[in-house]
């Protein structure tokens, strides 16, 4: 028996409302669905599902560090600093191999998770 594919990914928030406005309205990611009467709210990140929900205790309070796959990382960085978010720099080169380079560019969401935006680009 192996794994499947990458199925969903909870990050622990501490202000569900907050969360969901940055996550949605700011990065454009689709929200699935909140569930009625409980701190959670599901987002379609192509196949797997990102889970915002504060934890029910520490023991499942999560760190995370996402990277999300942009066509074009420059307008990207552009449009989420016009939006308000604060970036560690500018896209930059992180990798160089066969080809190709791998552009990123990392900012914080409102609960101080990294999110990176990343590309590959032709060398």
Same mark, same amino acid.
């Given at each position: 028996?192996?794994? &499947?594919? !990458?199925?969903?990914?909870? /990050?622990?928030?501490? %202000? !569900?409302?907050?969360?969901?406005?940055?996550?949605? %309205?700011?990065?454009?990611?689709? =929200?699935?669905?909140?569930?009625?009467?409980?701190?959670? #709210?599901?987002?379609?990140?192509?196949?797997? @599902? !990102?889970? =915002?929900?504060?934890? *029910?205790?520490?023991?499942?309070?999560? @760190?995370?560090? =996402?990277?999300? +796959?942009?066509?074009?990382? %420059?307008?990207?960085?552009?449009? =989420? /600093? #016009? #939006? &308000? /978010?604060?970036?560690? &720099?500018?896209?930059?080169?992180?990798? @160089?191999?066969? &080809?190709? *380079?791998? +552009?990123?560019?990392?900012?914080?969401?409102?609960?101080?998770?990294?999110?990176? !935006?990343?590309?590959?680009?032709?060398?």
């Amino acid at each position: 028996m192996t794994l &499947g594919p !990458l199925g969903q990914i909870h /990050v622990s928030v501490t %202000d !569900l409302d907050r969360s969901i406005a940055f996550y949605r %309205d700011v990065l454009g990611i689709p =929200l699935m669905f909140q569930v009625p009467d409980q701190p959670m #709210a599901f987002f379609r990140s192509g196949q797997v @599902r !990102l889970y =915002l929900g504060v934890p *029910e205790s520490p023991e499942f309070a999560t @760190r995370t560090l =996402l990277y999300f +796959w942009v066509e074009d990382i %420059d307008a990207e960085h552009a449009r =989420l /600093v #016009a #939006a &308000g /978010v604060e970036f560690g &720099g500018e896209p930059h080169v992180v990798h @160089r191999a066969a &080809g190709t *380079e791998l +552009w990123m560019s990392v900012c914080r969401d409102p609960d101080g998770h990294h999110v990176a !935006l990343m590309q590959e680009r032709s060398a």
